[in-house]
Structures are given as structure tokens and as C-alpha cells.
């Protein structure tokens, strides 16, 4: 189980970007944080494995105080802790195997990472995590020649290759198309139950988080002002979150604006001469 505790995060000559934040995440819960950009959702995760300090309040994994811990003993901590990226983060020069043995290198020596000399076991636990994501025949092809949905599926195999306690997500969708972003957050909610892993993803899209997450907390300007199941999240809610809007209804088609054709490289050159 995570539990934060008074977490607050003050930025030099700037105003609290986490303010007095505390709740549990228990074993399996997949919960879902939204609110406006600036609101400290990507400060909250990167307090939380430590990428940032916070100024006040104690993190807890399971019963290890993560706030405490020296720069050696927090690097053994961070194995428990698997970060799945908006931009994927993958060594786009090495194959989906490679990437994927990268989750452990907290289990390995320098010099076994360094000739990718890794552990029998280890590798076919890689396997293993590929199929589960649906990427095995993929295992040999450069990371660079994947779509953007198999992308994601590498870093989701990677996380799991750390044999995390926690996972923490940052916009997994952000650069998905509808359908696989769909694809992207069953995967995730089915891996967290399968494995009883709780987790923290950082997400924009509402519809996505009331469809896929457990439990969903709102943030506005670093503090928490929604807590509470996605059936819960009504319009008056979105509005505290997000400020008035008509969220009962669908936006209305931007009226189109004509635009003249910018003529091409030849009708320049014929005007010219």
C-alpha cells in the first residue's frame, strides 16, 4: 500500500504546488488523478519516487518511510517502483527485448548490463511480460519501428520487468489515438488486478478515467477537492475541478473558417517571372 501523508512541495519565489496532500492507495486500486494543468499532478508523481523533494509531509511504501531514506537505500526502493512514460522513454536504437531488460537493471552488475549478459530467469520473465502485452512476436524489431500503441506496451513490460510494488503512470494516453488509448488503460487496469498492484495514473482525459480507474482524486492548485469514485464525478464536480463549463452537453463544431490557398512553388516562380 502507498501512503501520503501532509505532502506538500513549495517551488522557489512561487506558490505551493502540493499543499498539505494525503491519502492511501491500497494493494490493487488503480486510481486516476486529474485536474487543470498546474494543478500538481506531475509534482505529485515525482515526489513520490523522490525526482523531486518535497518540502513537508512522509511517503510511505508499505512500511518504508520513502522521505527518509539515504540516496543508496532510496535506489533500492526504486525498483519497487515502475514509471510508465507519456513519450514512452525507450532506447529507440535497441530492440523491444533490450528495452524491456532495462526494468532490470537494478538486479543486475554493471558488467552484466554492460554486455547484456542477463540471468536466464530474467529473460524469460522478459518473455513472459511480452506476451502478456501482446508483443512477443515483436521481441527483435528496433523500438523505433513501432506505432505508438506498441510503444506503450514496451513501457508497460518494462515496468513489470522491475517486479514493481507501484506503479505510477503520467499521461498514458496523451499521444494515443481513441482506440488505443482505450486498449493502453484496460491493459493497465487488468495487470494492476492480475498482480495487486496499486497505482497512480496522471491522466487529462475524464471520459478515459471514469471508465478505467477504481477511485479518482482531483486536484486544483496542489490541493485535493474531489476524492471519490468516477460514478461520482458529476458536473458540479468537474466544475470545482476545472472551473464552470457546460459538461452536460458536447461542444459544439468550431465554426469553419475559410482560409485561402497558398499557392504552390510553382505558381510563385510563374508569378515571378
Excluded at 99 to 116: A, D, K
Excluded at 153 to 162: D, E, F, H, K, T
Excluded at 195 to 211: C, Y
Aim: overall charge positive; aromatic content about 6%.
Amino acid at each position: 500500500m502507498l501512503s501520503l501523508q501532509q505532502l506538500s512541495k513549495q517551488y522557489k519565489n512561487s506558490e505551493l504546488a502540493l499543499d498539505n496532500v494525503s491519502f492511501d492507495v491500497p494493494s490493487g486500486q488503480v486510481i486516476g488523478l486529474i485536474g487543470p494543468s498546474g494543478a500538481g499532478k506531475s509534482t505529485l508523481i515525482r515526489c513520490i519516487n523522490r525526482l523531486i523533494e518535497p518540502t513537508h509531509g512522509a511517503i510511505y511504501l508499505d512500511d518504508v518511510e520513502l522521505t527518509q531514506l539515504s540516496t543508496s537505500k532510496l535506489r533500492k526502493q526504486r525498483r519497487r517502483i515502475g514509471m510508465i512514460f507519456q513519450e514512452y522513454a525507450l532506447v529507440e536504437r535497441l530492440s523491444v527485448m533490450e528495452n524491456v531488460l532495462s526494468g532490470t537493471l537494478g538486479y543486475v552488475s554493471f558488467w552484466q548490463s554492460f554486455f547484456r549478459k542477463f540471468p536466464e530467469p530474467l529473460l524469460q520473465k522478459a518473455f513472459g511480460y511480452l506476451e502478456r502485452v501482446g508483443l512477443l512476436e515483436h521481441a527483435n524489431k528496433r523500438a523505433d519501428q513501432l506505432s505508438g500503441g506498441q510503444k506503450q506496451r514496451v513501457g508497460i513490460a518494462r515496468a513489470l520487468a522491475q517486479e514493481p510494488s507501484l506503479l505510477l503512470i503520467d499521461e498514458p494516453t496523451a499521444s494515443l489515438d481513441p482506440k488505443t488509448s482505450r486498449q493502453i488503460m484496460r491493459l493497465i487496469k487488468e495487470i494492476c488486478k492480475e498482480r495487486n498492484l496499486p497505482a497512480i495514473i496522471n491522466i487529462h482525459d475524464v471520459v478515459l478515467a471514469q471508465t478505467y480507474v477504481d477511485r479518482i482524486i482531483g486536484l486544483k492548485a496542489g490541493k485535493i477537492v474531489f476524492d471519490g469514485s468516477p460514478s461520482a464525478l458529476n458536473a458540479s464536480v468537474l466544475t470545482t475541478i476545472y472551473g464552470k463549463e457546460e459538461w452536460n452537453t458536447t461542444p459544439a463544431c468550431e465554426e469553419e473558417v475559410s482560409i485561402a490557398p497558398v499557392p504552390n512553388f510553382q505558381t510563385k516562380l510563374e508569378l515571378a517571372i
